[in-house]
């Protein structure tokens, strides 16, 4: 069987922090070279697309900002097909970013959704007020899963536990290993899980 496509994960296989793993270049590079359709794919939701061609830039590695994927962008594009436009976000950066592109607004007040992803700026107030939104019917959105990144930094996943424990509810991530992702990835590319 021929691959006709790929979708390729960031940390530990293209990259180690802000390094490119011995031959990643050359693997890609060959990929866009026979031009096949390519999706690179994190987990991480606080960098853009231009953020992750930059980094990857810096360790030697030149890639279009189009064959990004974030669990930001697949969160966005998940929400794109829900009911309900108001979010209280535990979240920065590219996540918020994504959601405005989504036409969502950023609210505090009778939210549809609880979307969670990382911010260092996480405190008391953000978990009571997401608890208190999730209890009372919001919908509970996260990008990922991840409790922590190395060093022991805490992550999505973390961030969702103390939520998840005051509320009863649990969130439907929308990052790997869901499905979902993987499924938005091969959309990205118009291909097909076959």
Request: hydrophobic share 45%.
């Amino acid at each position: 069987m021929a691959i006709k496509n790929v979708i390729c994960d960031i940390d530990g296989v293209l990259m180690h922090d802000n390094t490119a793993v011995p031959g990643a270049n050359e693997f890609l590079q060959r990929i866009l070279a026979k031009g096949m359709p390519l999706v690179v794919l994190t987990n991480y939701p606080s960098q853009t697309a231009l953020d992750l061609a930059n980094r990857f830039s810096s360790a030697g590695i030149d890639l279009p900002e189009s064959v990004f994927y974030t669990s930001a962008m697949a969160t966005a594009d998940f929400l794109r097909r829900q009911e309900g436009k108001k979010a209280y976000v535990v979240g920065e950066g590219a996540l918020v970013h994504e959601l405005y592109k989504a036409g969502f607004t950023i609210t505090d007040i009778n939210p549809d959704f609880v979307i969670v992803g990382e911010t260092r700026s996480f405190n008391w107030d953000m978990m009571h007020k997401a608890a208190y939104f999730v209890a009372n019917g919001a919908r509970f959105i996260a990008t990922n899963p991840d409790t922590h990144a190395r060093g022991f930094v805490p992550a999505c996943g973390a961030l969702c536990a103390g939520i998840e424990k005051i509320s009863g509810r649990t969130p439907f991530y929308v990052g790997k290993p869901s499905p979902w992702i993987m499924r938005a990835a091969l959309n990205k590319m118009q291909a097909h899980s076959e």
